[in-house]
């Protein structure tokens, strides 16, 4: 893993994949290129490693993109529709692999952090979101439901963050305590 500060571009923010891409510095988009096991040159120019970063990202997006945990996804969505943009620093290092691969960005403007999922990527989430906009998928709640159904008839009543973590420890699509809550309250 590269020093996430090394890959925080400053300047003004940019939604176009190439863009954003040249904002980079080479050594940052050699490091880039390392994350999308691409081979380049270092004698290559900034628009040159850009040309060959590009199509590459484009077309791992969605691979990338479907192997994130429901709540990165649920962000990522949200950095799509252009809503909660400017960020913390915990939330920049959730997304320290996006950004390191290149499928984010991180610009530092007027002391703030702002992440950019670029224009050309957008598709890719949305690709993968069906899964996620009905949180949880339709066949996951009866499931979890049923483990709290099992717990309350074998001890008389459940632990809702017994319940998340073993569901998060044993499900990809993980689950927080609200949702869990809400989904319960659902039922209830």
């Known amino acids: 893993m590269t020093e996430l500060h090394n890959l925080i571009i400053k300047g003004k923010p940019q939604t176009d994949l190439e863009k954003g891409l040249l904002a980079y510095k080479k050594e940052q988009l050699l490091q880039i290129a390392v994350q999308q096991q691409l081979s380049v ?19 791992q997006a969605v691979d990338f993109f479907a192997q ?5 996804k649920e962000k990522l969505i949200d950095l799509a529709k252009g809503s909660a943009t400017v960020v913390s620093n915990e939330t920049v290092m959730q997304f320290q692999s996006s950004i390191e691969s290149g499928y984010v960005f991180a610009y530092l403007a007027n002391g703030t ?33 049923r483990q709290m159904k099992n717990a309350q008839k074998i001890y008389g009543t459940y632990d809702i963050n017994h319940l998340v973590s073993v569901w998060n420890s ?5 689950m927080t305590i609200e949702e869990a809550t809400q989904l319960i309250e659902t039922v209830q």
Do not use: C, W
């Not at 490693?49 to 990202?57: A, D």
């Not at 994130?68 to 990165?72: A, N, R, T, W």
């Open 170 to 174: 044993y499900f990809a699509q993980t």
């Open 41 to 59: 040159r270092k004698s290559y120019t900034k628009m040159k490693i850009v040309e060959q970063l590009k199509p590459v990202i484009v077309k």
């Open 68 to 72: 994130l945990d429901g709540h990165k």
């Open 113 to 145: 952090v702002t992440l950019i999922l670029p224009n050309e990527l957008v598709s890719s989430i949305k690709q993968d979101t069906k899964s996620v906009i009905n949180y949880p998928q339709a066949e996951t709640q009866p499931l979890f439901l």
